[in-house]
């Protein structure tokens, strides 16, 4: 970030729209403020996702290179803070994926138990329980249609709305609820045991 705290940018007050459409022509300050605006919302989004501060940030970073490479793919400048969010909803998937191709899958437990506050280290029994939990939930969901993990993790990580679910996945809000019932229907019967 450039400047000073006190001293807001002029194009912090532009609408999302004006400043896709100028960063689309090439407008870096444009970008950097579309950037400045949603870097935080897209950071956290990440962080619920990946369960670490660090690779959040990788997440976003890279979410903004394609965005920067993609500005001509956003059909609705009004809709720059879903398209964004997508993007990182994606990116964060990916990288989930290539973490777990390159790491042991019960650290990244741990790491999303202890961003989520449920870690119950004062008892081994609890832990080894919730980490197993923990690891069926994550077989239930890498089972599901990639369009029904998606809309469940943006609804049950990231608290979006109906609404907003449908605008970042660019779907009907009445597919979003299908997809969420059908998730929940295979999510309630796999994990059936663990209740």
């Not at 950097?32 to 619920?48: K, S």
């Not at 998606?150 to 609804?155: G, M, N, Q």
């Not at 679910?165 to 059908?182: C, E, K, M, Y």
Request: hydrophobic residues 40%.
């Amino acid at each position: 970030m450039t400047g000073s705290p006190s001293a807001p940018h002029q194009l912090d007050l532009v609408p999302d729209a004006l400043l896709a459409g100028r960063a689309a022509d090439g407008d870096t300050a444009a970008f950097e403020a579309l950037a400045r605006r949603h870097g935080p919302l897209m950071r956290a989004c990440a962080r619920r996702l990946t369960g670490s501060l660090a690779d959040a940030d990788d997440v976003v970073q890279e979410s903004l290179m394609q965005a920067w490479k993609q500005l001509d793919t956003l059909r609705d400048g009004d809709a720059v803070k879903s398209w964004l969010l997508r993007i990182t909803g994606n990116r964060s998937i990916d990288h989930l994926r290539k973490r777990r191709n390159h790491s042991n899958i019960g650290d990244l437990d741990h790491r999303v138990e202890a961003g989520a506050g449920t870690a119950h280290q004062d008892h081994p029994e609890s832990a080894a329980l919730n980490g197993s939990r923990l690891d069926a939930l994550k077989a239930a969901l890498a089972a599901l249609p990639e369009e029904q993990r998606r809309c469940w993790v943006l609804k049950q990580f990231n608290d979006q709305s109906y609404e907003e679910i449908a605008q970042t996945l660019n779907i009907s809000t009445a597919s979003v609820r299908g997809r969420l019932a059908r998730a929940r229907i295979t999510l309630a019967r796999e994990m059936e045991d663990w209740r």
